[in-house]
């Protein structure tokens, strides 16, 4: 039964989305030996996994009719849609009550306005997962919310942390327009009018190509203007520069292997993100 849970909550993809949005706290420390620090950092990971845990649970009790027919989600309707309603509000109530040990009310208050953003993206019939672009747009956004969120946690907000979280934001849309592509079948038959569905799969691939080429001389510009040091520019280079290969690689056949390339992706930036911390670490020992 519990792993029943864990496949319906989709617990391993809630804990790969919250790591995305968590990196913004690592970009904000100055002193990897600073244990209060990583104190903050912890209880950041958990609200975050919690927020996203709700926002999931809200997402499934949203869109039950369409995953009916979609062989990705289609195990999420072993739960009443009533279920998922209530999951998503303890969820939520759990990751605002261990807000409040950051003792900051803007980090409470900001992390329902989340939940509240992404209501609108899953929200039936008439969230931005039904428009084309709209969807997209809302991740791009989305995503330089929790990055900043996170980094104001350790460290004041600054032009920096805005920079590097449009980075990820081009990042966490491309993976939004490769749901699209993976899913593009089972949104045709239950009519979501999103981006892939109203404007094509070659479309929508020209427009990943055009990010992600964008995000690679993006991370260069960064660097000639000396917002990053030459060690993160290879960093984040290479999971950019990748990931526009990667689609490349397999245009021809991108609707059959879009999950396969999300893996290769997805295990690339991970890898990169673990030798950027390791970098801090190494950087801090020698200072």
Same mark, same amino acid.
């Given at each position: ?21 968590? *990196?913004?706290?690592?970009?904000? *420390?100055?002193? !990897? ?6 104190? &903050? ?72 306005? *989340? #939940? ?12 931005? &997962? ?20 996170? !980094? ?15 980075? #990820?934001? /081009?990042? #966490? ?27 094509? *799969? ?15 001389? !993006? ?6 203007? &000396? ?5 993160? #520019? ?10 526009? =290969? ?22 690339? !930036?991970?890898?990169?993100? =673990? ?10 020992? /020698?200072?």
């Amino acid at each position: 039964m519990k792993y029943q849970f864990i496949k319906v909550l989709r617990v391993p993809e809630v804990l790969l989305m919250s790591g995305f949005f968590i *990196i913004g706290s690592f970009f904000g *420390i100055t002193d !990897y030996a600073d244990g209060e620090v990583f104190k &903050k950092v912890a209880v950041v990971a958990v609200v975050t996994f919690f927020t996203i845990l709700a926002i999931y649970a809200f997402n499934a009790w949203a869109g039950q009719r369409e995953d009916k027919t979609n062989s990705r989600l289609k195990e999420l309707v072993a739960l009443k849609s009533s279920r998922y309603l209530l999951f998503g509000f303890v969820f939520l109530i759990v990751a605002l009550v261990v807000s409040l040990l950051i003792n900051n009310m803007v980090y409470t208050l900001m992390t329902i306005v *989340i #939940f509240f953003i992404w209501m609108l993206y899953s929200y039936p019939s008439k969230g931005m &997962k039904y428009k084309p672009y709209w969807g997209t747009i809302l991740h791009f956004i989305a995503q330089i919310i929790h990055f900043n969120l996170c !980094y104001y946690i350790v460290r004041p907000l600054d032009f920096f942390a805005f920079f590097i979280s449009v980075y #990820f934001a /081009i990042a #966490f849309s491309v993976g939004h327009l490769n749901h699209e592509l993976i899913d593009f079948e089972a949104d045709k038959e239950t009519e979501i009018n999103n981006t892939v569905s109203k404007r094509g *799969i070659s479309f929508v691939l020209k427009l990943i190509w055009a990010l992600c080429g964008f995000n690679t001389v !993006y991370i260069l510009i960064l660097y000639l203007l &000396k917002a990053i040091n030459l060690y993160y #520019f290879f960093v984040f280079c290479v999971p950019a520069l990748g990931h526009l =290969i990667l689609f490349l690689i397999y245009y021809k056949n991108i609707k059959e292997k879009a999950a396969q390339v999300r893996t290769i992706y997805r295990a690339l !930036y991970f890898f990169c993100f =673990i030798v950027f911390v390791s970098i801090r670490i190494w950087q801090d020992m /020698i200072s």
